[in-house]
């Protein structure tokens, strides 16, 4: 962040992306822009869910200027791995790196989607899925983050089946899957 701790990009659209085949086996790379583009090119990627110890769920809203799902609500934080990097410290970089928040990570499951954003792209993502717990208020990095807020579990299973289009893709079909397969699994 910058000395205000207020805005630092921490990646571009020529950054290089890892590029998987459905196994999850490392076959390339390829830079993010062109990843995106057209019907996406499958890459490895991750999404945390941040709870605190109210049981809340820390999520954000996705900056304005993104190119996919700009001004969208979305999991605590979500990227990717660079070339070389171990997922479970890209995580924790990352989590840094946007809210400033340090946590316990603990890999849940992966899985493959693909998520057209109309004409502008396409996210085509083998994910990796990490929770972890913070009682941490972030400081964000505004060049990621629009806003934040800790939210109940019920509300925002509420908030999610009343105004869907409000929220990324991936974050739908993850909570999804957590609360119908790892609910024993998230932090109370």
């Given at each position: 962040?910058?000395?205000l701790?207020r805005?630092?990009?921490?990646?571009?659209d020529?950054?290089l992306?890892?590029?998987v085949?459905?196994t999850?086996?490392?076959i390339?790379?390829l830079?993010?822009?062109?990843c995106?583009?057209g019907?996406?090119?499958?890459?490895?990627?991750?999404?945390?869910?941040?709870f605190n110890?109210?049981?809340e769920?820390?999520?954000?809203?996705?900056?304005a200027d993104?190119?996919?799902w700009?001004?969208?609500?979305?999991?605590?934080?979500?990227?990717?791995?660079?070339?070389?990097?171990d997922?479970?410290?890209?995580?924790?970089?990352?989590?840094?790196?946007?809210?400033?928040?340090?946590a316990?990570?603990?890999?849940?499951?992966?899985?493959?989607?693909?998520?057209?954003?109309?004409?502008v792209?396409?996210?085509?993502?083998?994910?990796?899925?990490?929770?972890?717990r913070?009682d941490?208020?972030p400081v964000?990095?505004?060049?990621?983050?629009q806003a934040?807020r800790?939210?109940?579990?019920?509300?925002l299973?509420e908030e999610?089946?009343s105004n869907?289009?409000?929220?990324t893709?991936?974050?739908?079909?993850?909570w999804r899957?957590?609360?119908?397969e790892?609910?024993?699994?998230l932090?109370?």
């Amino acid at each position: 962040m910058d000395p205000l701790g207020r805005r630092k990009i921490v990646s571009s659209d020529d950054e290089l992306l890892v590029l998987v085949d459905a196994t999850d086996r490392t076959i390339g790379t390829l830079d993010k822009s062109a990843c995106h583009d057209g019907r996406g090119v499958l890459h490895r990627a991750f999404s945390l869910f941040v709870f605190n110890s109210a049981g809340e769920l820390l999520i954000q809203q996705r900056q304005a200027d993104k190119r996919l799902w700009p001004s969208y609500w979305s999991n605590s934080c979500c990227s990717h791995p660079r070339a070389g990097e171990d997922i479970a410290n890209a995580v924790g970089r990352r989590l840094a790196e946007e809210l400033g928040v340090n946590a316990d990570l603990t890999f849940l499951y992966k899985f493959e989607y693909t998520a057209r954003f109309g004409e502008v792209g396409t996210e085509h993502e083998l994910c990796w899925v990490y929770v972890g717990r913070s009682d941490q208020d972030p400081v964000v990095n505004t060049a990621e983050v629009q806003a934040w807020r800790w939210i109940s579990r019920d509300l925002l299973t509420e908030e999610l089946s009343s105004n869907p289009d409000s929220f990324t893709p991936w974050f739908t079909m993850e909570w999804r899957r957590l609360t119908d397969e790892f609910e024993r699994q998230l932090p109370a």
